[in-house]
């Protein structure tokens, strides 16, 4: 390996030497054949120390490449190779010379590839390390703005006299401020091109999915006290966030060399975020921001990028029961101008207006499930087939009051089994004039309520549940009998 400065003629050497390979043109067929390859990536990721073998004596270290058309495949150090991976760092460039090619399913590598890449015996390696830059950053505590140095660098106060804080940020190895680490609450209005790492606090105005053979979009509308914004959220599952956990099966401790021998089982899991409407209060860590080639400023989120995390505030179930959360509202302080959340203690007031609808709904996402003609179950707003993805839910329209006014709301799923007190099944299986009578039973039931308004300008019919009447604009995103509040 030889270990090169960090200097951008260095980088364009090695570059012009090695990039004459892709890794869309490695075929692991070639190179049974005697074929080799020279290729040249960045460092994306570099992963723990893995114990494998049958004893679990051999160690083993993954270190994702992505290269210049964004494909990536895993380089593998094996045994004292392992030791190599402490010269590399995340956002450096590696030249790879004659790597041996070698299939993921041979070596148990999860990975969306079918090959690998290996420390051969004929490989040489070329590393040109990434060097972390730091940019001064400005921010007014006035008026929350971000003012970067250099070519954006344009400090502008909005008060007379702003009390200006100046901080260094890292740059990561595209350039892109990294505000991760930095406890900062971003504006709309703040953001610029590439940042990184940063959050966001807004209301849903919209969101959309656009579905490929191989990636799921969404596209969700966000806007905050200064302005709006899409931003683009890419999952590797539909409306589903992986996390990892481990578990240990058994431990076998050898008393003569002192060692133990841990089985240890790590598995992923799958965590839906729910339903999510316009008008819920979301927060949304790990968002990038680059300008597109249209000259737009582009947010977007990967959900399986380290710090990455989506909440949606108005769904939390602590919401309702913790009084530092919320500040109790009455019915006639709503405002459909207003985009908050709502807490309010409510009343059911002349139930016999209400509307009781039980359907399927794609458990995921808490969607109605509809019927195509070929028989099958689809969700439109994943745009998936879920047949085997169904549950029974409730949808339910209802009138509340309190002594100052009467609304009509209404929610989904187990809001709607909470403010009716029975579960889908069980008001499925009722007879159906029973049905109709049940609702009588729960006049004059006290509430607390979380409220947001849904009916978001540009957001069209047929996202909300589907209502006789389509003017009901309050949502009712949690619901807890007053009897059941400490």
């Known amino acids: 390996m030889v270990n090169m400065q960090d200097q951008d003629d260095d980088a364009m050497l090695i570059a012009a030497r090695f990039c004459s390979d892709s890794f869309s043109s490695v075929s692991l067929q070639q190179a049974q054949n005697g074929i080799s390859y020279s290729l040249y990536a960045r460092i994306e990721s570099i992963g723990p120390l893995e114990a494998k073998g049958s004893f679990c004596n051999v160690q083993r270290k993954q270190v994702t490449l992505v290269d210049n058309e964004d494909k990536r495949l895993k380089f593998l150090l ?7 991976a402490n010269l590399l760092s995340v956002g450096s460039m590696l030249a790879l010379d004659q790597p041996y090619i070698t299939s993921s399913n041979d070596i148990a590598v999860e990975t969306d590839s079918e090959i690998c890449l290996e420390y051969g015996s004929a490989t040489q390696l070329y590393l040109v390390p990434f060097v972390q830059h730091e940019e001064q950053v400005y921010i007014s505590s006035s008026s929350s703005q971000i003012r970067h140095q250099g070519s954006r660098l344009s400090l502008t106060a909005l008060t007379p006299t702003p009390r200006v804080s100046q901080v260094s940020l890292p740059c990561d190895s595209l350039g892109s401020i990294d505000f991760s680490s930095y406890p900062f609450r971003s504006f709309i209005t703040d953001l ?3 940042m990184t790492g940063f959050s966001l606090y807004g209301i849903v105005t919209d969101i959309h999915c656009e579905r490929s053979a191989k990636k799921v979009i969404f596209y969700l509308g966000i806007e905050d006290t200064s302005g709006s914004i899409l931003a683009k959220l890419h999952f590797v599952s539909s409306w589903y966030i992986h996390y990892k956990s481990s578990q240990i099966l058994s431990i076998d401790k050898n008393v003569k060399s002192h060692f133990m021998v841990i089985d240890w089982l ?11 409407s316009p008008g819920h209060s979301v927060f949304i860590s790990g968002l990038s921001s680059n300008t597109s080639k249209k000259n737009r400023l582009e947010v977007s989120w990967f959900e399986n990028q380290p710090g990455s995390s989506f909440i949606n505030l108005s769904c939390l179930p602590a919401l309702l029961n913790s009084s530092c959360l919320h500040k109790l509202s009455r019915l006639s302080d709503l405002s459909t101008e207003a985009s908050c959340t709502y807490i309010c203690r409510v009343r059911l007031d002349q139930v016999s207006q209400c509307h009781v609808n039980t359907d399927f709904a794609h458990s995921s996402c808490g969607r109605p499930a509809k019927l195509t003609p070929s028989g099958n179950l689809e969700c439109s707003f994943c745009q998936c087939s879920c047949d085997s993805e169904v549950v029974r839910t409730l949808f339910l329209k209802i009138p509340v009051a309190d002594e100052t006014a009467k609304i009509f709301g ?5 809001t709607a089994a909470e403010m009716l007190q029975i579960s889908p099944d069980e008001f499925f299986e009722l007879p159906e004039d029973e049905q109709f009578m049940y609702p009588s039973s729960l006049e004059n039931e006290c509430f607390v309520v979380a409220l947001v308004n849904s009916k978001q300008p540009g957001y ?18 949690r619901a807890q009998n007053v009897n059941n509040v400490g």
Not at 78 to 84: D, H, I, N, R, T
Not at 270 to 276: A, D, E, K, V, Y
Not at 410 to 414: E, F
Request: glycine content about 12%; charged content about 25%.
């Open 192 to 194: 610029t091109d590439k």
């Open 410 to 414: 209404w929610c989904s799923g187990p």
């Open 266 to 276: 790590s598995s992923v899991h799958l965590r839906s975020l729910g339903r999510l």
């Open 78 to 84: 094996w045994g004292e190779q392992v030791l190599l």
């Open 460 to 477: 069209g019919r047929g996202h909300c549940i589907d209502l006789e009447d389509d003017a009901v604009s309050w949502e009712i995103t």
